[in-house]
């Protein structure tokens, strides 16, 4: 077939073949290609026999392919391109499948462009059909081409691809929040009122369910757009279910709105009723087949939660509720219509109508933008007529008389200068967040490229380590099942059953395989997770593929779920069930973890890796034992609450009492092993996690109640000082065991102090969503097995996580920020751990990066990508002394730039950012800091430094600046204490003595006749700014202000001549240090800060070192904030001055030099300046040197 088919194929696409590989041993028709004229490779190419699986091995006893009968294609592809040397392209074909697969491709193990070329000659159009072919596979589509900046026809189209996906999805994110979501949840608010009258509840928590359960129903949207765009529901093959896909119900509503966009609103307003449910009741019953499965639509069970129709009585999770509401309300047609017809369609650029959406050239992480930016709003209705203007950050929704009273400029609704202005009329349906903002300002959606890197950098080296110590028992195991396989065929005349035998021979090997675990506290969409998946997987296919006989491992999945589909009358073609894919199913249930504060995060996560891993046939993975809702911050230790709760012989976790949590310990390591590719299997998950769940939840409750001591609970401070906690007193108390086991029926039995206690304890649990990780994940933290004697039993004393990675939230906490009392402080404050996030400006990633350092096992590794001033800003000094000290570094990237939108990290928020790699044990080795101009990991420079130099060179803060090499050296000369000391030494650092705020606002006044304050944009380098252009003037009530400060204060430091500076001054400005000499008699606002130069130093001397390029440079280095800070000011080096030559003496060559210099005299000059400043014998000025030890007194000491 090869001779016949394939090379003259090949031939007539203008290759020429070479019968090699690169860098890896070639089969029987495994070749490179290049042009005729050329022998540069372009792409290599592994041929097959007729119509061969090229998802897997050949059956041993029905080969197709002698040659290469082992060998799994799709696997040795992914192989093949991870090797040095490879080309970009690689080409494999069976003669009727070719595929088409790229190196920079992400997941390449199941993204790769594929042609029927059998079906391709059968279709309606084989012409068309075959000119993709010949597009995509001829030679000269593989060829760098001048004309496209040096790049092929393929890579090209790649980029280009990427590019349309990309601004598809801002497209489609802006519908969401535009019209899709509005138009829906309008539909349910009507439902409701039809329901319960024109008055019906629709406060903030009737309209947080309705927000919830429209948010569950864009996600099934989403999901069966997505499925029936890819095949993975029988649409193409089932008459009955194509009857109520949503490609006949939005191909019904598109062929009534017609193609023209203006036109769509009022054409669909007329088609569809606002009162009818049709679309809907259509909707329901897709829902319910593709949950329960429908045979005669032929549609398996899929179920998993998602599209659950009829949750239990007692199930009250986000899911069941959210189900239950669509259950209850409906969306009348024209809403419906309105909202799918804008998810469902697009603006075609070459003819400007509207198309159906391609859902399959979007991604899976793509999903994740569109909808993770909606997960921080809520649903509001307009009680009076608003508008929306433009805000501080983003666009604002307020009262339309507000903002005709305020003369705020009102938006438009739509282009040109006749478009309405953009206002909300009475009961219109809009989001907006805490801060009336209606567009998203704090969800930064990792872009694609870092989390790739991050994932890459932590997962690879925990991977590659784990599977060359599993390599050589594996082998051992694979001789022993060859040789058992072998025995029973030839000696026992049996057929062996292959998938029983490997669980037997390697069942332990494979669980130690599987057993790595990767966790991202702060999850939203799942974004890290889908990464970790797609990576972990790759890597498998290309290690197993090393050893056949763990094919049998998929051919056990393969063959249970073809099983369940006879039993349900349902028709599924085995070739889709590929071993990549049932792989990567297996890697979703075991390895990955995830929590979010936002139940709708975590079921955002849950679509996204559903859709990430669906295999044909087997229903949607049981999750919810890894992805789990609450706050990762708040939450405590088993061995912490033991030790407080333990006295003499009483322990609530000792002994037999433990027996639950071990219980439970198993029960979830079960519901991981089990492979949910059958619905029985999906129900014993279910089942067993909700065991496992009654099992912990006595304990949990122990740790509820320990934790609402900062919750409502608090000691007074006369318990505190006595050491007497209620909390603690009571879990000693023996009346509370009841309650613990079983709250419902033991709270009536508590006397009423103790009952008030439990309230507040379940209550503060709910509301802060207490997360206590070991018992949340106690397979990851305890273990039957475990060798290591603790104080709890079978509590492990390295237990954690293998990889703990994201993007944790950058909130400030502080009521401003969070318009709220920060119920949390005391908490995180009282924390041990926590110490190293303490101090100024609170932020939550300070916190979120302790805990990620506290939830790995010992050599563990972890990244976050930050804010930047993690590298050297004060507040973050103690975490960042701590993570240096105690931990490994292995890099650090830096990207400070911030201002322009299209080359910054993050394209919605002016954020200078980092990312770090840590693994988790003590810091031996150097590492290596990059640092980029823009957004990608090109045109950086980088050095190497260790925790030894970075404290030299800023024993202080232990800042890591971002420097060249060489830069480095001289930074280390800067920091030689016996030559250096620093800025302090001359002046003492002040921000100036009137800040603008509510405390001062006494003695602040808009007349210009009272003194004037100096703000920053007075402040030009050397020179004063009379007329500033930014900000408004403001005057001080001196006499006032005077009279109420103390004399000694910074109020009557207008007494001195002093040198004032800008203190607001951006990472990326055109200088940092900007300041001059400010006359006496003058008062500053906080905006400018002032050095008060100390005897004998002359204050222009100072001025001018403050001034200098070199004081510029080096600030610039370690300083990541947007602020002059008085601490940077003070620590940057001045060189040891010793004032030995007498004042009068050095006044006098002051003025000889000043006269040279007015003179032009420029030898005679320079001469004077060698005579005064001579060198020692090693070039170092003398005037530098310490002076000589003071002469003893006469007379001995």
Sequence with gaps: MRAELIEPALHALGFALTPSLPAIEAGPGDFTLALAEDDRPLACLMSYAWDRNLDGREDEQQPRDDETGQRNPGAFVVNLLEQPGAPAWAIVTNGKIWRLYAARAHSRATNYYEIDLEEAIASRDPDLAFRYFWLFFRARAFVADPRRDGRSFLDELFQESAQFAHELGERLKERVFEQIFPHFAEGFIRSIRAHEGAHADLGPARLDTVFRGTLTFLYRLLFLLYAESRDLLPLRSARDYQAVSLTSLKTEIARKAGTILDEVPTTLKQSYSDQ??????????????????????????????????????????????????????????????????????????????????????????????????????????????????????????????????????????????????????????????????????????????????????????????????????????????????????????????????????????????????????????????????????????????????????????????????????????????????????????????GVDKNPMAVELAKVSLWLDCFTLGAPLSFLDHHLKCGNSLIGVRVLEVHEAVTYGQLSLFGGSQFAGVMLATDLMRQVGELEDVTAEQLRQSRAEFRAATEALAPYKRILDVYTSRWFGNQPTKAMAKSGLLPTIDFLRDEQARAWLDDPAHGLARLPADRRTLAEIALRAAAEQQFFHWELEFPEVFFSRDAQEETAIPGLKADGGFDVVVGNPPYDEISEYAWGRDIVESGYLNEQPENQVALGGRLNLFRFFIVRAIELLRSHGQHSFIVPLPLLSDQFSSALRKELLSKYQFHEIHCFPQKDDIDNRVFREAKLSTCLYVIEKTPQKDSFEVFFYPGRSFKEGDSFIVSQRIIAEIDPEGWAIPMVSGRALLLIKKLSNEAIYSTFADCGDIFPGEVMLNLQFSDYISDEPTETLLLRGAHIGRYEFNHEPKQGTPKYLHRKTYLHDSRSDSKAYHHRFQRIGFQRGAAVDNWRRLIGTMLPKDVFLTDTVGYILVKEPFSIWFVLSLFQSQLFEWRFGLFSATNHVNAYEVRSLPLRRIHFTTPSAERAARVRELIALYAAGADEELLAAVERYLPRDGEGNFVAFAPPPPAPPPPGGR
């Design 276 to 593: 009818e449910t049709r679309l809907y009741d259509q909707l329901r019953t897709l829902f319910t087949v593709v949950d329960r499965g429908d045979p005669v639509r032929n549609v398996p069970l899929y179920n998993g939660g998602l599209f659950l129709s009829a949750p239990d009585a007692a199930d009250h999770s986000p899911e069941a509720e959210s189900a239950r509401f669509l259950a209850q309300y409906t969306i009348p047609d024209q809403f419906l219509a309105l909202g799918l017809d804008r998810m469902a369609r697009d603006i075609d650029p070459k003819r400007g109508d509207l198309v159906f959406i391609d859902y399959k050239s979007l991604g899976v992480r793509q999903f994740g933008s569109i909808y993770e930016g909606l997960l921080e709003f809520k649903l509001q209705i307009a009680t009076t007529r608003m508008a929306v203007v433009r805000g501080k950050k983003t666009e604002e929704v307020v009262p339309y008389a507000e903002a005709q009273a305020s003369k705020r400029s009102i938006l438009k609704r739509g282009r040109g200068r006749s478009a309405p202005d953009w206002v909300l009329e009475p009961g219109a349906v809009y989001l907006e967040n805490d801060k009336r903002e209606r567009k998203a300002t704090g969800s930064y959606y990792t872009p694609d490229y870092i989390v790739q890197y991050i994932v890459r950098q932590t997962v690879e080296p925990v991977l590659a380590a784990k599977c060359e110590a599993l390599r050589p028992r594996i082998r051992q195991a694979q001789q022993r099942f060859r040789d058992t396989v072998q025995r029973k065929r030839v000696v026992e005349k049996v057929a062996p059953n292959e998938p029983a035998l490997l669980n037997e021979i390697a069942g332990p090997l494979l669980n130690d395989l599987f057993s790595l675990r990767v966790c991202d506290p702060a999850m939203g969409s799942g974004h890290f997770l889908v990464e970790a998946v797609d990576y972990i997987t790759d890597y498998l296919v290309r290690f197993m593929e090393s050893f056949p006989f763990l094919s049998h491992f998929f051919a056990g999945m393969r063959r249970s779920i073809l099983a369940g589909m006879e039993q349900q009358g349902v028709i599924i073609d085995p070739a889709r069930l590929s071993d990549v894919n049932l792989l990567k199913r297996h890697v979703l249930k075991r390895c990955v973890y």
